[in-house]
T-cell receptor, first 114, second 116 residues
């Protein structure tokens, strides 16, 4: 069955701490991978995406993610978080076959303490 | 980036009534839009794929007659929750692809439905 797992449901960090959010997927075939962010009261926005090529992907606001095919993982990282990074983060996958049908993880709620 | 807008953002209705939610792509044409439902503290669940000019494709377990989807133009898809019940209360989100950035979906602000 196709699924995306995010192991951390709630994360609380102090400003300047490093962040790593886990994402593992189960999906037959080749996939595209995404991280979306939802700030309080706002809609989902794309942080970064991986289609092919360099498995280390850099996104907006200093975020990056690494695709490790052997581990079916696409973990999100940021070296130093800011209070403004407080949000909910969703990992998602879709098939490279051309459909835009996404499978989302359950989300990780990050709170950064000032 | 491409903009997707939903209306209304909030809606409260009585049990048994029907509610329509609109999803518009403001600066691009979308042949396909997607409707998601988000339960509290849970992930987005894909309900259906809305195809312009044809019938929507529903995911397993989603009632077609309960959640009517119409995609009458390249910029508008509507979701109508018919004969709403309290268990239909949820956050409904639509999304669309502009086609300009391969694989990327743009999301609406979401519509929170409360059925009394």
């Amino acid at each position: 069955a196709q699924s995306v797992s995010q192991h951390n449901h709630h994360v609380i960090l102090s400003e300047a701490a490093s962040l790593e959010l886990g994402c593992n997927y189960s999906y037959g075939g080749t996939v595209n991978l995404f991280w979306y962010v939802q700030y309080p009261g706002q809609h989902l926005q794309l942080l970064l995406k991986y289609f092919s090529g360099d498995p280390l992907v850099k996104g907006i606001k200093g975020f990056e993610a690494e695709f490790i095919k052997s581990k079916f993982s696409f973990n999100l990282r940021k070296p130093s978080v800011q209070w403004s990074d407080t949000a909910e983060y969703f990992c998602a996958v879709n098939s490279t076959s051309g459909t835009y049908k996404y499978i989302f993880g359950t989300g990780t709620r990050l709170k950064v303490l000032a | 980036g491409a903009v997707v807008s939903q209306h209304p953002s909030w809606v409260i209705c009585k049990s048994g009534t029907s509610v329509k939610i609109e999803c518009r792509s403001l600066d691009f044409q979308a042949t396909t839009m997607f409707w998601y439902r988000q339960f509290p503290k849970q992930s987005l669940m894909l309900m259906a794929t809305s195809n312009e000019g044809s019938k929507a494709t529903y995911e397993q377990g989603v009632e077609k007659d309960k959640f009517l989807i119409n995609h009458a133009s390249l910029t508008l898809s509507t979701l109508t929750v018919t004969s709403a019940h309290p268990e239909d209360s949820s956050f409904y989100i639509c999304s669309a692809s502009s086609g300009r950035r391969a694989g990327e979906l743009f999301f609406g602000e979401g519509s929170r439905l409360t059925v009394l």
